[in-house]
């Protein structure tokens, strides 16, 4: 029997992205101006129309100072992230 993860939780990652965004209380066009992502781009992706590279989401980590790792961590909400299980 194969066992497949779950569903990563995309929306909460948007939400994330648009929760940093508004802390600082940047506009699109500043992160924008900050990541090298065009504004297009940056409201794609944070609509959830779009999901974004490996690139785009290291580019956005670095313009919003934090890691990769707590941007990503938000995929797992809602579920136990890989090697927090208790056996």
Request: negative net charge.
């Given at each position: ?5 779950p ?15 508004g ?5 699109y066009?500043?992160?924008a101006s ?13 609509q ?5 590279s490996?690139?785009?989401w290291?580019a956005?980590?670095?313009?919003l100072?934090?890691s990769?790792?707590h941007?990503f961590a938000?995929?797992c ?5 890989p ?5």
């Amino acid at each position: 029997m194969t066992i497949f993860p779950p569903d990563p939780n995309l929306t909460a990652l948007c939400l994330e992205l648009a929760r940093l965004r508004g802390e600082r209380g940047w506009t699109y066009d500043e992160l924008a101006s900050r990541s090298g992502l065009s504004r297009r781009t940056l409201i794609e992706v944070e609509q959830g129309r779009t999901i974004g590279s490996l690139k785009t989401w290291h580019a956005l980590a670095h313009a919003l100072d934090v890691s990769v790792d707590h941007l990503f961590a938000t995929l797992c909400e809602g579920h136990a992230a890989p090697g927090d299980s208790t056996e």
